[in-house]
């Protein structure tokens, strides 16, 4: 009905009517000579477009700049406070100053729980109270987490209108994030994946971003969001994380005395070369703490399978297969007994991108140290090809696998290392000598404990069986004579003779 064609027949009627028209008034405002609309302010269709982009435009670039503004206000605000804690000591006034100031900000925040109000004045709320300086400054983000802020910023500005909106998703997803902190770590994994996956689908499905950029813009992603996350999310003190890490360090301590030839581990050590890349990958996997995004976690555990990699292929002069690496793997994680390492895993677990987890290198070296982990809570003697004697004998202590012998040294090893070798050789033999008499001599002690105990049954079981009786003592016995009182005559007794010859 605002076409050119529907304008003049308009002004064909009103002038049969007897009305007049001024054309000028009909015509875009913009001057482009098309006829306006009084819907769209009285621009043509395509004008308005161009104004309504322009405006929007507008309003972007000016909300960047307020972001930025007030970006660089809370890092002078930071710096002010940082300064002001140097100072040795405080006038009673500013003290007092500042704690009407917390006490109003309190009020404040608490008040915005509890109040309902329009999206535009929590706005402004927020930016006053960014303005003014906080003396609870040092709840902001650490150095690390502003300097990830200003490279994500950095990075979806190239997205432009996809950036944007990935932006705002991120900081609702935060500010969703910082009332869900009762939640389980579980749960909060859970929202975690399902932000990933549907900032994803909004890239693909949305703005039509290619498969490779989308997978670029999931990882600084990540990296800005469990940035900020860590320090809640990483050990909770809900979860049994940190117990599971002193269980897996106590077992690796005492599983010290595993030999390379034990694991059947194909690396020489005696190589340099091969020497420096068993260091290397033991560094790397020590490295995996100290990053805070699973990424970054990830990356490490894949610098390490690719020096062991290298480390297999040096030693073999072929390339390593999947049953060389795993029990690599395994004494890597034995000999650098890497902190916090269950913790470190469910963390990669929980709140790493799906997507890397299950595609890839990175997720094929990560379930090889799952593997490997796994393996050493289970480890036994059998897995060693170890009586069981030997394996508890080796656990608790009392003695180690014996050291090599000093013929099988390379030329290059110093006198030193053999005659200390020779004498652990020799400490272990006495070692055993000693277990072996302490041993016998325990057992001769209970076998004498045992026979005199046996004795001892034996004569009480004979005794009851027959028991001693003691008669009282029998008078004591007259001569045959002296009862006979009556025969006095009797002639006497012989005496004996004796007859000289």
């Known amino acids: 009905p605002f076409s050119s064609c529907g304008r003049r027949k308009m002004n064909l009627k009103s002038e049969r009517r007897g009305i007049h028209v001024d054309q000028s008034e009909l015509l875009c405002k913009k001057g482009c000579g098309y006829y306006g609309n009084p819907a769209w302010q009285g621009f043509c269709s395509k004008c308005w477009r161009e104004e309504y982009h322009k405006a929007r435009q507008k309003q972007i670039q000016e909300d960047w700049e307020l972001a930025e503004r007030l970006q660089r206000e809370e890092e002078e605000a930071y710096a002010s406070s940082q300064s002001t804690q140097g100072a040795q000591s405080l006038t009673f006034s500013k003290f007092e100053e500042k704690k009407t100031n917390e006490k109003t900000r309190k009020v404040t925040t608490v008040k915005k729980f509890f109040t309902a109000s329009s999206r535009a004045g929590a706005k402004k709320a927020e930016i006053q109270e960014a303005k003014a300086p906080s003396p609870s400054i040092h709840r902001q983000a650490s150095i690390e987490t502003d300097r990830v802020s200003k490279e994500f910023i950095e990075f979806i500005r190239t997205y432009q209108k996809p950036g944007q909106d990935i932006y705002k998703q991120c900081k609702l997803f935060l500010d969703t994030m910082s009332h869900k902190r009762d939640l389980s770590i579980e749960e909060q994994s859970e929202c975690a994946q399902d932000f990933y996956q549907n900032v994803a689908d909004r890239l693909q499905t949305r703005w039509k971003v290619p498969p490779e950029k989308v997978e670029k813009a999931m990882d600084e992603v990540e990296k800005y969001i469990m940035t900020r996350q860590y320090k809640y999310v990483f050990c909770p003190e809900t979860t049994d994380d940190e117990k599971k890490d002193l269980a897996v360090q106590k077992r690796i301590r005492a599983l010290h005395w595993v030999t390379p030839q034990m694991l059947c581990v194909p690396v020489s050590e005696e190589i340099p070369e091969v020497s420096d890349m068993v260091v290397k990958a033991i560094t790397d996997i020590i490295e995996m703490d100290s990053k805070r995004v699973p990424r970054d976690k990830l990356?490490?555990?894949?610098?390490?399978?690719?020096?062991?990699?290298?480390?297999?292929?040096?030693?073999?002069?072929?390339?390593?297969?999947?049953?060389?690496?795993?029990?690599?793997?395994?004494y890597i994680v034995l000999k650098g007994n890497p902190p916090r390492l269950q913790s470190n895993?469910?963390?990669?677990?929980?709140?790493?991108?799906?997507?890397?987890?299950?595609?890839?290198?990175?997720?094929?070296?990560?379930?090889?140290?799952?593997?490997?982990?796994?393996?050493?809570?289970?480890?036994?003697?059998?897995?060693?090809?170890?009586?069981?004697?030997?394996?508890?004998?080796?656990?608790?202590?009392?003695?180690?696998?014996?050291?090599?012998?000093?013929d099988s040294f390379s030329p290059d090893v110093c006198l030193g290392v053999k005659q200390m070798c020779k004498s652990l050789d020799l400490l272990s033999q006495l070692n055993e000598r000693q277990e072996r008499i302490v041993s016998e001599a325990k057992k001769l002690e209970k076998d004498l404990i045992d026979w005199t105990d046996g004795i001892t049954k034996e004569v009480e079981d004979i005794v009851e069986k027959y028991p001693l009786e003691i008669k009282p003592k029998s008078q004591a016995?007259?001569?045959?004579?002296?009862?006979?009182?009556?025969?006095?005559?009797?002639?006497?007794?012989?005496?004996?003779?004796?007859?000289?010859g």
């Open 345 to 406: 895993i469910q963390y990669i677990t929980r709140f790493c991108n799906p997507s890397r987890l299950m595609t890839g290198e990175d997720g094929y070296y990560f379930t090889n140290l799952c593997c490997a982990v796994a393996f050493i809570e289970k480890l036994d003697a059998q897995s060693l090809n170890l009586s069981q004697e030997d394996f508890d004998r080796f656990m608790t202590g009392q003695t180690s696998p014996k050291k090599q012998e000093s």
């Open 477 to 500: 016995l007259a001569a045959i004579d002296s009862e006979n009182m009556e025969n006095d005559k009797l002639p006497p007794p012989l005496q004996p003779q004796v007859y000289a």
């Open 299 to 330: 990356a490490c555990i894949t610098k390490c399978s690719k020096h062991i990699f290298n480390a297999i292929k040096i030693t073999k002069n072929e390339p390593a297969s999947a049953d060389d690496f795993l029990p690599t793997l395994i």
